[in-house]
């Protein structure tokens, strides 16, 4: 069965560093692109990017490029994504989620982790 | 980017009445690249359809999409006590800026 499992909650402060995991099983890790999707409490969901963690080759959404960095280690089967300096608007659930399709980066998710959820307050 | 436009935002219906999701692009989505998620409240996203009217894996036939262009329909034929739920769609006919709509609430009347 293909998984994904992600890292618990974390809390954390304004301007402290985080990452995240997604671990994944069932497949060959390596060979399939990974992504990461955030969902603000209460409202819709926002693609952020995606990494193949075969060559780390990473692709942003324009809307998230330099918000956060996404990074993967196929020797453990896991995609990371991580803040540097964390801001309070960065508080949501973000799942990752395993990218399909027929066409390259043309794609929708077939495979979603459970999520982490990220809450930063002071 | 292409802007996704969901209605109505709630659906009020009984078990057993059809439902009727509309998603309407900002701009024609190339191929009918649109996705159907279902969401339940604390669970992750679950894809129902692609390609616009294609049922993923273990999805009911219930459920079925159609549309092309800039206008989509998520059509569920009987409402399952298990159904009810937020819908979102997804185009992914752009490459690399794949965008979601804001959502249809499918609530119990």
């Known amino acids: 069965e293909v998984q994904l499992v992600q890292s618990g909650a974390e809390v954390k402060k304004p301007g402290e560093s985080l990452k995240i995991s997604c671990k994944g099983s069932?497949?060959?890790?390596?060979?399939?692109?990974i992504g990461w999707v955030r969902q603000v409490p209460g409202k819709g969901l926002e693609w952020m990017g995606i990494?193949?963690?075969?060559?780390?080759?990473?692709r942003y959404s324009p809307s998230f490029q330099g918000q956060a960095t996404i990074s993967a280690d196929k020797s453990i089967s896991t995609a990371y994504l991580q803040w540097s300096s964390l801001k309070a608007s960065d508080s949501a659930m973000y799942y990752c989620?395993?990218?399909?399709?027929?066409?390259?980066?043309?794609?929708?998710?077939?495979?979603w982790g459970r999520g982490t959820l990220v809450t930063v307050s002071s | 980017e292409i802007v996704l436009t969901q209605s109505p935002g709630t659906l009020s219906l009984s078990p057993g009445e059809r439902a009727t999701l509309s998603c309407r692009a900002s701009?024609?989505?190339?191929?009918?690249?649109l996705a159907w998620y279902q969401q339940k409240p604390g669970r992750a996203p679950r894809l129902l359809i692609y390609?616009?009217?294609s049922r993923a894996t273990g999805i009911p036939d219930r459920f079925s999409g159609s549309g092309s262009g800039t206008d989509f329909t998520l059509t569920i034929s009987r409402l399952e006590p298990e159904d009810f739920a937020v819908y979102y769609c997804?185009?992914?006919?752009?490459?690399?800026?794949?965008?979601f709509g804001q959502g249809t609430k499918v609530e119990v009347k």
């Open positions: 989620a395993r990218p399909n399709g027929d066409s390259l980066f043309h794609w929708y998710f077939d495979v």
């Open positions: 069932g497949y060959s890790f390596a060979t399939y692109w």
């Open positions: 990494i193949y963690p075969g060559d780390s080759d990473t």
């Open positions: 701009q024609s989505v190339s191929r009918s690249y």
């Open positions: 390609a616009a009217s």
């Open positions: 997804q185009q992914y006919g752009s490459s690399l800026t794949w965008t």
